[in-house]
Nanobody, 125 residues
């Protein structure tokens, strides 16, 4: 069992920045690919960013590419999402997630076994 605890959400003005953090409980943190998803009211949960466990390759949704950066620190069992140039349309609940170990495609919800509780990000105009 893996438990994920998120922090760093809040209210920010458009154009500002936030850094989300996700802390994992498992000792095998480095064996999981990690991702961030978000869900706005009335919309489906959508992929935001992901990072692989071995190569460290990163993947981003087109809507956030160039503005968001995902990173991980295996020694601290943490994954981060640095969000810059925030827009009102970025407003959503953001979820940290950990994949199944055999998954190669990590940009879909089906790849993930474990989810955090979510943290609210609100971007004002």
């Amino acid at each position: 069992q893996v438990q994920l605890v998120e922090s760093g959400g809040g209210l920010v003005q458009a154009g500002g920045s936030l850094r989300l953090s996700c802390e994992a409980s498992g000792r095998a943190f480095s064996t999981y690919a990690m991702g961030w998803f978000r869900q706005a009211p009335g919309k489906e949960r959508e992929f935001v960013a992901a990072i692989k466990w071995n190569s460290g390759n990163t993947y981003y949704a087109d809507s956030v590419k160039g503005r968001f950066t995902i990173s991980r620190d295996n020694a601290k069992n943490r994954v981060y999402l640095q969000m810059n140039s925030l827009k009102p349309e970025d407003t959503a609940v953001y979820y940290c997630a950990a994949t199944k170990p055999w998954v190669s495609v990590i940009t879909t919800r089906a790849a993930y076994d474990y989810w955090g509780q979510g943290t609210q990000v609100t971007v004002s105009s």
